[in-house]
C-alpha cells in the first residue's frame, strides 16, 4: 500500500530563513512524489515533482525537494522564506495499481513571520 | 501550460435544492477528470473518476446518486450535488488529465465552494 505522511500540521518561520516542511511516504516500489501549494480559497498549484530522474528536483518560486529512498522522505526546502510563500502544502504520491489515484496527504500550513 | 476552469466559483444555495458545478479543460482534452472535495482546514479527498463516455467510477463511501457526475465532452465534466444540505458545504476541485497522460500530468481547477443554507 502506498501512503503519504506530513509530519508537521503548522510550520511558522521568520521572513529571510530557510523553510523545511518534511514529508514521508510508503510504497512497495518507486512513486512518484508531488508537492502542491494552495493559497486561500485557491485551487492547486504543482511546485515541483519527481518521477525516478534525478533525487534533487528543483521546482518554481525558489522550492526544491530531495527524493530520499532510504529514509523515505520527500521534503520541501526554501532558503529564504518570502512572505507570499504562506499558503497550504501538499504532499502527494500517486498509487499505481489496476486503478491508479492520487493520495493527498494532510497538509502543512505554512506561515511566516515578518 | 494547460488550463482547467471551474464555473462557478462560489454558490449558495438552500437546503433540498441540486447545484451543478462544471469543470471544463480549455486548452486540451481530457478524457479523464477527477472530482475531490475538501473541508475546511482539511486535505483533498477523491470523489470520484470521471472518464468521458462512459460511467463515472466513486470512491468507496461517496454516494453516487447523491453526487451525479456527468462528461460528456473531452473538456467538459459536471457535477450535480443533488438536494444538497448544510454538509455538503465544501470546496470542491477538480483536475484533468490531457490526452492520454497519467496522472503525472494532473491540472487542477480552482475550485467552487459551496454553502448550503
Known amino acids: 500500500a502506498q501512503s503519504v505522511t506530513q509530519l508537521d500540521s503548522h510550520v511558522s518561520v521568520s521572513e529571510g530563513t530557510p523553510v523545511l516542511l518534511r514529508c514521508n511516504y510508503s510504497?512497495?516500489?518507486?512513486?512518484?512524489l508531488f508537492w502542491y501549494v494552495q493559497h486561500p480559497n485557491k485551487g492547486l498549484q504543482l511546485l515541483l515533482k519527481?518521477?525516478?530522474?534525478?533525487?534533487l528536483v528543483k521546482g518554481i518560486n525558489g522550492f526544491e525537494a530531495e527524493f530520499k529512498k532510504s529514509e523515505t522522505s520527500f521534503h520541501l526546502t526554501k532558503p529564504s522564506a518570502h512572505m507570499s510563500d504562506a499558503a497550504e502544502y501538499f504532499c502527494?504520491?500517486?498509487?499505481?495499481?489496476?486503478?491508479?489515484?492520487?493520495?493527498f496527504g494532510s497538509g502543512t500550513r505554512l506561515s511566516i513571520r515578518p | 501550460g494547460a488550463v482547467v476552469s471551474q464555473h462557478p466559483s462560489r454558490v449558495i444555495c438552500k437546503s433540498g435544492t441540486s447545484v451543478k458545478i462544471e469543470c471544463r479543460s480549455l486548452?486540451?482534452?481530457?478524457?479523464?477528470m477527477f472530482w475531490y472535495r475538501q473541508f475546511p482546514k482539511q486535505s483533498l479527498m477523491l470523489m470520484a473518476t470521471?472518464?468521458?463516455?462512459?460511467?463515472?467510477?466513486?470512491e468507496q463511501g461517496v454516494e453516487k446518486d447523491k453526487f451525479l457526475i456527468n462528461h460528456a465532452s473531452l473538456t467538459l465534466s459536471t457535477l450535480t450535488v443533488t438536494s444538497a444540505h448544510p454538509e455538503d458545504s465544501s470546496f470542491y476541485i477538480c483536475?484533468?488529465?490531457?490526452?492520454?497522460?497519467?496522472?503525472?500530468?494532473?491540472?487542477f481547477g480552482p475550485g467552487t465552494r459551496l454553502t448550503v443554507l
Open positions: 483536475s484533468a488529465i490531457p490526452g492520454t497522460s497519467g496522472l503525472n500530468e494532473q491540472f
Open positions: 510504497s512497495s516500489y518507486s512513486p512518484s
Open positions: 519527481y518521477t525516478s530522474a534525478a533525487t
Open positions: 502527494v504520491v500517486i498509487k499505481y495499481s489496476s486503478a491508479s489515484k492520487i493520495i
Open positions: 486548452d486540451f482534452q481530457a478524457t479523464t
Open positions: 470521471s472518464n468521458e463516455g462512459s460511467k463515472a467510477t466513486y
